[in-house]
T-cell receptor, first 113, second 113 residues
């Protein structure tokens, strides 16, 4: 069966520090991968998605970036965090094909201080 | 106009009650539909897909009305453990294999003893 791992679960970082969140998927090949952010009391905001290695689409311009160095690995990064980057970051995957559901990782709760 | 709209609630119901949520979507080309549940400070989890003919999973029934562009979720015999936020998700096809997913903001349900 397919599983998705995301780490760390919680993170407290000072303003201006770098960020690296990692996500890996097991049990499937060539998944579509996503990074979402959910601010407190808000809906899910799509940040990036990827349909293949090295292919990244950005949905919202900001100081975050994403990379997909391997088929089942998706990384969210920032060179300098802002206070507004605080939130709940969720990695997700789904199988190719337009009608498959999304499966989320456990999420990373980031607090920028 | 938002692609997916939900009544945010909150819905507060006693145990054993029947409760229904609706969700409307704006794009008539939308192809697949899902309900997710999200517990406080957790990731969203797939509750059920929604099929054109309607589908049932235990106490949960999902229905789709393409003509009016809404989907619904009915929960019968509510349990305390049903307390969560329910997210409506619509997959919009644009002729590619990767449909765009749109999330509602969620409907909050609290079941009290």
């Amino acid at each position: 069966s397919q599983t998705i791992h995301q780490w760390p679960a919680t993170l407290v970082q000072p303003v201006g520090s770098p960020l690296s969140l990692e996500c890996t998927v097991e049990g499937t090949s060539n998944p579509n991968l996503y990074w979402y952010r959910q601010a407190a009391g808000r809906g899910l905001q799509l940040l990036f998605y990827s349909v293949g290695i090295g292919q990244i689409s950005s949905e919202v311009p900001q100081n975050l970036s994403a990379s997909r160095p391997q088929d089942r690995q998706f990384i969210l990064s920032s060179k300098k965090l802002l206070l507004s980057d605080s939130g709940f970051y969720l990695c997700a995957w789904r199988a190719g094909g337009g009608n498959s559901p999304l499966h989320f990782g456990n999420g990373t709760r980031l607090t920028v201080t | 106009r938002k692609e997916v709209e939900q009544d945010p609630g909150p819905f507060n119901v006693p145990e054993g009650a029947t409760v229904a949520f609706n969700c409307t979507y704006s794009n008539s080309a939308s192809q697949s539909f899902f309900w997710y549940r999200q517990d406080c400070r957790k990731e969203p989890k797939l509750l059920m897909s929604v099929y054109s003919s309607g589908n049932e999973d235990g106490r949960f029934t999902a229905q789709l009305n393409r003509a009016s562009q809404y989907i619904s979720l009915l929960i019968r015999d509510s349990k305390l453990s049903d307390s969560a936020t329910y997210l409506c998700v619509v997959n919009e096809s644009r002729g590619s294999t990767l449909g765009r997913l749109y999330f509602g903001r969620g409907t909050q349900l609290t079941v009290w003893p």
